[in-house]
């Protein structure tokens, strides 16, 4: 089980549109629709951002979306914002009942 | 909304074990079909879920942790804890404990402030 693949930084413009992708393989993201996105602030605990590859929790921004093609998953910030600033982890589904992490991407507003 | 907090020491020698406890408070972990979390974080660096735990008891561990790995809960305390044994400076960490946002178990989301824990002689 090793850890998923995602850049290790992402940048871009106040408004402007960014996205994350988390490359698994076919025994994670490829095999299942379990993805989930975390964000989170220095020194803060993670945050719950995206389920099930595309879905949000009540409360998140609209701004965010998901979605999979093949072994990779992506998240997409549009009209990005100062408060967007953070750190983001995808998470899959490995099957019997284990989830595996990827190694985040911090995301900078320039 | 669900609260949780880790507790334990925050320095460990190394060989010894590691015993972190959570506890959760504005809900109940017996009353729900939940599997609850624990997941860790080494300084700067990313998350690592270590492994989960249904409310009846049945576990689920982190491949590369599993043989060092125990979880259990204490339903009357609302309390479930993590032990990981023959720690080695690795293995310190940042370590969360997290509350599930479905039934499914593949999500988290309150999760505990999280609690440093160093391995150190």
């Known amino acids: 089980q090793s850890a998923l693949t995602q850049p290790a930084s992402v940048s871009g413009s106040p408004g402007q549109s960014i996205t994350i992708s988390c490359t698994g393989t076919?025994?994670?993201?490829?095999?299942?629709?379990?993805v989930s996105w975390y964000q989170q602030h220095p020194g803060k605990a993670p945050k719950l951002m995206i389920y099930?590859?595309?879905k949000r929790p009540s409360g998140v921004s609209n701004r965010f979306s998901g979605s999979k093609s093949g072994n990779t998953a992506s998240l997409t910030i549009s009209g990005l914002q100062a408060e967007d600033e953070a750190d983001y982890y995808c998470?899959?589904?490995?099957?019997?009942?284990?989830?595996?992490f990827g190694g985040g991407t911090k995301v900078t507003v320039l | 909304q669900v609260q949780l907090q880790e507790s334990g020491p925050g320095l460990v020698k190394p060989s010894e074990t590691l015993s972190l406890t959570c506890t959760v408070s504005?809900?109940?972990?017996?009353?729900?079909?939940?599997?609850w979390g624990w997941i860790r974080q080494p300084p700067g660096k990313g998350l690592e879920w270590i492994g989960t735990?249904?409310?009846?008891?049945?576990?689920y561990y982190n491949p590369s942790l599993k043989s060092r790995v125990t979880i259990s809960v204490d339903t009357s305390k609302n309390q479930f804890s993590l032990k990981l044994n023959s720690v080695t400076a690795a293995d310190t960490a940042v370590y969360y404990c997290?509350?599930?946002?479905?039934?499914?178990?593949?999500?988290?989301?309150?999760w505990g402030q999280g609690t440093l824990v160093t391995v150190s002689s």
């Open positions: 997290a509350s599930p946002f479905d039934t499914s178990g593949y999500y988290y989301e309150y």
């Open positions: 504005r809900g109940s972990i017996s009353s729900s079909s939940y599997y």
């Open positions: 735990i249904y409310y009846s008891g049945s576990t």
């Open positions: 076919s025994s994670d993201v490829g095999s299942y629709n379990f």
């Open positions: 099930e590859g595309s």
């Open positions: 998470c899959s589904y490995a099957g019997s009942s284990t989830l595996v």
